[in-house]
Nanobody, 114 residues
Framework: QVQLVESGGGLVQPGGSLRLSCAASGFTFSTYAMSWYRQAPGKQRELVAGITSAGGSTNYADSVKGRFTISRDNAKNTVFLQMNSLKPEDTAVYYC???????WGRGTQVTVSS
């Protein structure tokens, strides 16, 4: 069955960095575009970043451009989100998702606070 396991979240001060990972299984990872989403308390889930199946193209929400970088390792069935210059408004639960698969993992909590 499809599994997406996000990890790497935590509490970080403003200006700090975190690297999120998402380990995928149960589907042919290398053939799917992947995305990171986030959901803050009381807000709708929003798209943060996406990457094509081979990793040749990426896209970002305007709010994270220049600060976040999405990447993937198809040999390890893992997608990453490097988050730099974190702001309090980045606080949310972060989820990865395969484009075209209606499945969500449990997410990983990111809290940016001093």
């Amino acid at each position: 069955q499809v599994q997406l396991v996000e990890s790497g979240g935590g509490l970080v001060q403003p200006g700090g960095s975190l690297r999120l990972s998402c380990a995928a299984s149960g589907f042919t990872f290398s053939t799917y575009a992947m995305s990171w989403y986030r959901q803050a308390p009381g807000k709708q889930r929003e798209l943060v970043a996406g990457i094509t199946s081979a990793g040749g193209s990426t896209n970002y929400a305007d709010s994270v451009k220049g600060r976040f970088t999405i990447s993937r390792d198809n040999a390890k069935n893992t997608v990453f989100l490097q988050m730099n210059s974190l702001k309090p408004e980045d606080t949310a639960v972060y989820y990865c998702k395969a484009l075209g698969l209606n499945f969500w993992g449990r997410g990983t909590q990111v809290t940016v606070s001093s």
